[in-house]
């Protein structure tokens, strides 16, 4: 394994790298935005706008500079940055951390989805998205972002003892409640976004943990019944191994690691909130999975059940929160140490302070994508530094 502080300086150089952009960069579903194609009568067209979109995703070649398509700040990305620093601030108790965290916050309390339209706050992608079952356009809101967010200015808040940052963050729950839970098809979830009907366990889980908590903080008991409505569906349908399919959809039938793992934290975090244990057995059984298929020997994170490719730092950074958050055993750090020091040695670029985005088995795309690569990165390692201090502090 790196030494710690190798690592430490690996992790600074990552954030130098993205502080010089100012937190803006590239991003793999981003291409909608290109000035050229919105200047055309194609850019109506639905079919015109998913192969754009998947052309800028799948091309190892970065199109962007040639198709106009800008370099812009991710709300998602923003609350990861947020995170992270906050977690070299508890390993350095060095104010900078938290003075760059508030910055950012205050830049993501001017993002927030129009108030008039949604009530509540809640956050959006910063790019038109193109799926095959929908449209969705900058801004909208959807339940992955809002919860990331809110995580991160919650725990900003209370370091920094700003209860606006705390409210904004707990109000998030009544948007998720309020326009994303969703009964259909005998089913009872919180939706990816508002008015869609599709079945993801991901998010559905995400929506149900942060309710469940926000619910426990506010005193609102309807929160808390509605969350785990949504958390027994999923729970429900985990299959006799432990794992779970993306979603309900027949393109959804697949399993694959970061997912799995945002379950399992999900899930770990409801626990936690309410104080129950009767998600310890779904917990157990799924985390048993995701070790034994998810997490070879060596430490490489397999991006699919039955498929180590794409080699991808988002599936290395949920690996190291979920063998942290899920397990963190002795036995569960010791892989974690793999986890990293693989990561490092597959995908870390040294001479740019940045980590490729995919490595398949005969191309390795390299383009700097700031949301999905560099904040998972450097939240991840963030927190494994601050976690392995802490260890090594309570050893002590």
Same mark, same amino acid.
């Given at each position: 394994?790196?030494?710690?502080?190798?690592?430490?300086?690996?992790?600074?150089?990552?954030?130098?790298?993205?502080?010089?952009?100012?937190?803006?960069?590239?991003?793999?579903?981003?291409?909608?935005?290109?000035?050229?194609?919105?200047?055309?009568?194609?850019?109506?067209?639905?079919?015109?706008?998913?192969?754009?979109?998947?052309?800028?995703?799948?091309?190892?070649?970065?199109?962007?500079?040639?198709?106009?398509?800008?370099?812009?700040?991710?709300?998602?990305?923003?609350?990861?940055?947020?995170?992270?620093?906050?977690?070299?601030?508890?390993? *350095?108790?060095?104010?900078?951390?938290?003075?760059?965290?508030?910055?950012?916050?205050?830049?993501?309390?001017?993002?927030?989805?129009?108030?008039?339209?949604?009530?509540?706050?809640?956050?959006?992608?910063?790019?038109?998205?193109?799926?095959?079952?929908?449209?969705?356009?900058?801004?909208?809101?959807?339940?992955?972002? *809002?919860?990331?967010?809110?995580?991160?200015?919650?725990?900003?808040?209370?370091?920094?003892?700003?209860?606006?940052?705390?409210?904004?963050?707990?109000?998030?729950?009544?948007?998720?409640?309020?326009?994303?839970?969703?009964?259909?098809?005998?089913?009872?979830?919180?939706?990816?976004?508002?008015?869609?009907?599709?079945?993801?366990?991901?998010?559905?889980?995400?929506?149900?943990?942060?309710?469940?908590?926000?619910?426990?903080?506010?005193?609102?008991?309807?929160?808390?019944?509605?969350?785990?409505?949504?958390?027994?569906?999923?729970?429900?349908?985990?299959?006799?191994?432990?794992?779970?399919?993306?979603?309900?959809?027949?393109?959804?039938?697949?399993?694959?690691?970061?997912?799995?793992?945002?379950?399992?934290?999900?899930?770990?975090?409801?626990?936690?909130?309410?104080?129950?244990?009767?998600?310890?057995?779904?917990?157990?059984?799924?985390? *048993?999975?995701?070790?034994?298929?998810?997490?070879?020997?060596?430490? *490489?994170?397999?991006?699919?059940?039955?498929?180590?490719?794409?080699?991808?730092?988002?599936?290395?950074?949920?690996?190291?929160?979920?063998?942290?958050?899920?397990?963190?055993?002795?036995?569960?750090?010791?892989?974690?140490?793999?986890?990293?020091?693989?990561?490092?040695?597959?995908?870390?670029?040294?001479?740019?302070?940045?980590?490729?985005?995919?490595?398949?088995?005969?191309?390795?795309?390299?383009?700097?994508?700031?949301?999905?690569?560099?904040?998972?990165?450097?939240?991840?390692?963030?927190?494994?530094?601050?976690?392995?201090?802490?260890?090594?502090?309570?050893?002590?």
């Amino acid at each position: 394994m790196l030494p710690m502080n190798d690592l430490i300086s690996l992790n600074s150089e990552l954030l130098g790298a993205i502080q010089a952009e100012q937190y803006a960069g590239y991003d793999p579903f981003d291409s909608l935005n290109s000035r050229l194609l919105k200047a055309t009568p194609l850019y109506r067209n639905e079919l015109v706008r998913l192969a754009w979109l998947q052309l800028g995703k799948r091309s190892p070649i970065n199109l962007r500079p040639l198709l106009q398509v800008p370099k812009k700040r991710n709300p998602k990305g923003i609350g990861l940055f947020i995170s992270g620093l906050i977690q070299d601030y508890r390993r *350095t108790h060095d104010k900078r951390y938290i003075e760059e965290a508030c910055e950012l916050a205050d830049w993501l309390l001017t993002q927030r989805s129009p108030e008039e339209e949604w009530t509540y706050s809640c956050w959006g992608y910063h790019f038109d998205w193109q799926a095959r079952a929908f449209y969705v356009p900058a801004g909208k809101p959807n339940i992955i972002t *809002t919860c990331y967010v809110a995580r991160a200015l919650y725990e900003l808040g209370l370091i920094t003892s700003n209860q606006n940052l705390i409210d904004i963050a707990l109000d998030t729950a009544h948007f998720i409640s309020s326009h994303l839970y969703t009964e259909a098809e005998g089913r009872s979830f919180y939706a990816y976004i508002p008015g869609e009907k599709a079945f993801v366990h991901n998010a559905s889980l995400w929506g149900a943990a942060w309710c469940a908590f926000a619910g426990r903080q506010l005193g609102e008991k309807r929160l808390i019944e509605q969350a785990l409505r949504a958390a027994h569906q999923s729970v429900t349908e985990q299959k006799p191994d432990g794992s779970w399919v993306y979603g309900a959809r027949h393109h959804h039938q697949f399993i694959d690691g970061f997912h799995t793992g945002y379950n399992l934290e999900a899930l770990c975090l409801l626990r936690d909130a309410l104080e129950t244990s009767e998600f310890d057995v779904c917990i157990r059984k799924g985390y *048993t999975y995701y070790v034994e298929t998810f997490i070879a020997k060596d430490g *490489t994170a397999n991006y699919y059940n039955n498929n180590l490719y794409p080699i991808d730092m988002h599936s290395f950074a949920q690996a190291i929160f979920t063998l942290l958050k899920v397990g963190g055993t002795a036995t569960d750090l010791a892989l974690c140490d793999k986890v990293v020091r693989r990561a490092i040695e597959l995908l870390y670029l040294p001479s740019k302070g940045q980590f490729i985005y995919q490595k398949t088995r005969w191309l390795t795309n390299r383009i700097n994508y700031t949301r999905w690569t560099q904040a998972w990165a450097y939240y991840s390692l963030a927190f494994y530094n601050n976690y392995c201090a802490e260890a090594k502090y309570a050893k002590n």
